[in-house]
């Protein structure tokens, strides 16, 4: 325990020392200290909870700005990758391509089973992401030709790139251009496909027409979706679909889709434990 002495009472203690060696008196002091003579040793524990008082006090406020920031970062990721899944740019975007070519290889495999491909084939596929369904078609069409179109500087740069050796060989041909206008005449193809893009088209019936217009007359167009109202993981796609603000079509309704654009002998087909789907359809003779 420490002990202080305040100035005021020096006088008295030199006073007491001073009596004590005259008299040869032992006087016996306080033991008890004045009040004023202690220190509480809490009171460095009051400062301390006191400031720890005052730091909680600012917590909440610096606890709550932290939350705001990180919440803040991830909506703008969450942004990003909607936004890279829409329209893949040239450096970034390649991993989403990469995990596009992968993901939706299987699907693909599956949709194409219900369409013929024949070894001579002029053949289109709208919204070619990575590049993978133009080499599964042009092994297929190993006589014919591919061409792929993508809205994206980074889908095109990509499927070229997967694609360089059947672009060196003639094979294939990728540009650049919106399903809204396909550089190509009219009546060019014999089959043009669509897989996983056509969520994002502006105008679905329009783009539809579009297609329509390069197909040969007997031309098939399908559509190949993992994501459809009523399938397997509607519930869990839906939500997406509508921060990403693209069309959410039931199987119904790509129909009806397929009618109202003009096509001929439409068909659909599921695979309920897979939610896959696909459609197709003709240009009338």
């Known amino acids: ?24 008196s032992n006087p016996v002091p306080r033991t008890t200290p004045e009040p004023w003579q202690l220190q509480d040793p809490r009171q460095g524990e009051t400062s301390t909870i006191a400031r720890r008082s005052s730091d909680s006090r600012r917590n909440p406020k610096e606890s709550a700005i932290a939350q ?18 829409r329209k893949p740019g040239r450096w970034l975007g390649r991993f989403f391509l ?20 024949e070894k001579n084939f002029t053949i289109l596929d709208v919204g070619c992401g990575g590049g993978r369904t133009i080499q599964k078609l042009a092994a297929a069409a190993s006589e014919g030709m591919v061409w792929g179109v993508d809205y994206a500087d980074g889908s095109v740069a990509a499927s070229r790139a997967n694609n360089a050796d059947l672009i060196k060989a003639g094979r294939v041909d990728v540009r650049q251009a919106p399903v809204s206008q396909l550089p190509f005449p009219d ?10 893009t ?12 579009e297609i329509l217009r390069v197909l040969k007359p007997g031309g098939t167009v399908i559509i190949i979706a993992e994501s459809y109202k009523g399938g397997r993981y509607d519930k869990l796609q839906r939500p ?20 109202t654009a003009g096509y001929a002998d439409v068909q659909t087909f599921e695979e309920p434990g897979k939610g896959w789907f696909c459609g197709t359809a003709r240009k009338p003779l």
Request: hydrophobic share 45%; glycine share 4%.
């Open 98 to 117: 990469w995990a596009m070519n992968r993901t939706h290889s299987s699907l693909t495999d599956w949709g194409l089973t219900h369409v013929a491909v």
């Open 240 to 259: 997406v679909m509508k921060l990403l603000q693209s069309s959410h079509l039931g199987v119904d309704e790509h129909r009806e889709l397929f009618s």
């Open 198 to 209: 056509q969520y994002y088209w502006p105008d679905l019936v329009n783009d539809m027409r």
């Open 1 to 24: 325990m420490l002990f202080s002495i305040p100035c005021g009472v020096s006088s008295a203690v030199e006073r007491l020392l001073y009596t004590q060696r005259v008299t040869g």
């Open 68 to 85: 705001i920031l990180r919440v803040a970062l991830i909506l703008i990721l969450m942004a990003y990758v909607l936004y890279q899944s």
């Open 187 to 196: 009546g060019k193809f014999d089959l043009v496909t669509a897989v996983e």
